[in-house]
């Protein structure tokens, strides 16, 4: 059965899920959705996707999730939640390639940045939604860290000279901003330069990911990615835009 890529809303019907397909609910702008087709593409594991409309919540969806929230990963009658949950259970059910650090330290290091991120993402949102220079400005400023934290591994990317778990849970924050900003959304006063000239191993790390084939499957087009940022923040998000 073929699945439309348009959001199921309201008064929608739950398409059928078949034995043994592994489905991941999600939103194609949200970047908690984005972790999680990265992990899948990486280790190219074979998933079907259901698109949901969040203003408009299927009831069967509620069913799933009672806070409507995305992403969702089922497979035959088990289900789980959260983002970092979903791509840590990825990781090790399906261990080729492995996209944490095996190596103990190195892996509660790439957790402790992971960590981070996860906290960058909601100062982001609260920043677009609210429009906070105050919340901009934190998150720029930690940028600071990741900056310098290339520096100590002295590798390309976060997770060795190649992208990992770190890199792909990292880089949704920063497409999603490279499109805020394209947008032309943003109307304050600060430096909105995404990544700093004095931050070359961050600038390089950008270059890396945006060039990723990888990121490239998975990345929304541009276009729609800014026609939908200007949707959600006029009040009105159209999930289709560009079907």
């Given at each position: 059965?073929?699945?439309?890529?348009?959001a199921f809303?309201?008064g929608?019907?739950e398409?059928?899920?078949a034995?043994g397909?592994?489905?991941?609910?999600g939103?194609?702008f949200?970047?908690?959705?984005?972790r999680?087709?990265?992990?899948?593409?990486?280790?190219n594991?074979?998933y079907?996707?259901?698109?949901?409309?969040?203003?408009?919540?299927?009831?069967?969806?509620?069913?799933?999730?009672?806070?409507?929230?995305?992403?969702?990963l089922?497979?035959d009658?088990?289900?789980?939640?959260e983002?970092?949950?979903?791509?840590d259970?990825?990781d090790?059910?399906?261990p080729?390639?492995?996209l944490w650090h095996?190596?103990p330290?190195?892996?509660a290091?790439?957790?402790?940045?992971?960590e981070?991120?996860?906290?960058?993402?909601?100062?982001f949102?609260?920043?677009v939604?609210?429009?906070?220079e105050s919340?901009?400005?934190?998150?720029?400023?930690?940028?600071?860290?990741f900056?310098?934290?290339l520096?100590t591994l002295?590798?390309d990317?976060f997770?060795?000279?190649k992208?990992?778990?770190v890199d792909?849970m990292m880089w949704p924050?920063i497409?999603?901003l490279r499109f805020?900003?394209a947008?032309?959304s943003?109307?304050g006063?600060l430096?909105?330069s995404?990544?700093?000239s004095?931050?070359p191993k961050?600038?390089?790390?950008?270059?890396?990911m945006v060039?990723d084939?990888?990121?490239?499957?998975?990345?929304?087009k541009q276009e729609?990615?800014?026609n939908?940022?200007?949707?959600?923040?006029?009040?009105?998000?159209?999930?289709?835009?560009?079907?």
């Amino acid at each position: 059965m073929s699945i439309s890529p348009k959001a199921f809303s309201q008064g929608s019907s739950e398409p059928p899920l078949a034995n043994g397909v592994l489905r991941l609910y999600g939103m194609r702008f949200c970047p908690y959705t984005q972790r999680v087709k990265l992990v899948l593409a990486a280790k190219n594991i074979p998933y079907e996707t259901v698109n949901i409309n969040l203003k408009s919540t299927p009831d069967w969806y509620l069913k799933k999730h009672p806070k409507g929230r995305v992403p969702l990963l089922e497979w035959d009658d088990k289900k789980l939640m959260e983002s970092l949950v979903i791509c840590d259970y990825l990781d090790e059910k399906y261990p080729e390639p492995r996209l944490w650090h095996q190596e103990p330290y190195e892996k509660a290091i790439s957790k402790i940045a992971v960590e981070l991120v996860s906290k960058l993402y909601e100062h982001f949102r609260k920043a677009v939604k609210e429009n906070d220079e105050s919340e901009f400005a934190h998150v720029f400023k930690e940028f600071e860290y990741f900056e310098r934290l290339l520096t100590t591994l002295k590798t390309d990317c976060f997770s060795g000279n190649k992208p990992g778990m770190v890199d792909y849970m990292m880089w949704p924050l920063i497409s999603g901003l490279r499109f805020y900003m394209a947008s032309g959304s943003y109307k304050g006063n600060l430096d909105f330069s995404l990544i700093k000239s004095n931050q070359p191993k961050l600038m390089a790390w950008k270059v890396k990911m945006v060039d990723d084939p990888i990121v490239k499957i998975c990345e929304p087009k541009q276009e729609d990615y800014i026609n939908f940022v200007v949707s959600f923040l006029n009040g009105h998000p159209d999930y289709d835009v560009g079907l």
